[in-house]
């Protein structure tokens, strides 16, 4: 299954917070969403960072063939999180976490995580407020990373990837939108796009992740494990966040829809 794949959301039912309102809108003006800068920007920062790298294979300074790899090997070492030599180092290797956060071990590890990022953060960003999920963002992620370490504690291979704060983000987003329609793919039904809920296609997600996990004894190659655990997070820092704000109304319908 890919999960969501376009943030056209519908949602029905779903109130908005007194915690979202922002500077009222000039005259003439009609209110509407703010644009999600941060999200913007950490989607930039990923793919700089990636074209910046060795696995990117846009630069030549890094050689190539069995040179690229020994640079690749050596770069995510430094600044991925190595498990083992996180428990053993010193400071330095407790910012690796959040170095780690903006690497990605290939094209489409990259661009992946870049979709779920654009089509889930923006929404998340714009319901928390870009300070409150730039904090969010981070130490979800970091928490992930280190959960993650924590059950591997002996290995010595790097892990890298946003996957742990973006599942934090979909942890955020079941919570804060929970009726809200989004299309999803399913290979045993012949990769048929069809919409559903996210209080369905959410947990359905998280579910797989943690089969995964429990399947998952070799350590280090999918961090199944950092994906429930960010979403669990996600969810439960949305819930402690969010669950106070006072209803002030439905939130608007979405593009093409009417109000209930």
Known sequence: MIPPMDESADNHGTPRTSDTAGPPDAPGEEPGPHRPL???????????????????????????????????????????????????????????????????????????????????????????????????????????????????????ESLVGASGAISGLLGAFLYLFPRARVTSIFPFLLFLPLRFPAWLVLPFWVTLQWLAVRQDAEGPGVAYLAHVAGFTLGFLAAWASCRRARVTGPAPASKGETQP
């Open 38 to 156: 941060l999200t913007y920007a950490l989607l930039l920062a990923c793919f700089l960072l990636f074209l910046l790298g060795p696995a990117s294979g846009f630069l030549h300074v890094y050689g190539t063939g069995e040179a690229v790899r020994h640079a690749q090997a050596a770069y995510f070492h430094r600044w991925g999180v190595v498990p083992e030599a996180l428990w053993r180092g010193g400071l330095r290797q407790f910012l690796t976490p959040l170095s780690a956060l903006f690497l990605h071990g290939n094209w489409l590890h990259l661009l992946g995580n870049l979709l779920f990022l654009y089509v889930f953060g923006g929404m998340v960003e714009q319901r928390l407020g870009a300070l409150p999920f730039a904090l969010f963002y981070l130490c979800v992620g970091y928490a992930a990373m280190l959960c993650y370490a924590a059950a591997h504690a002996g290995s010595a």
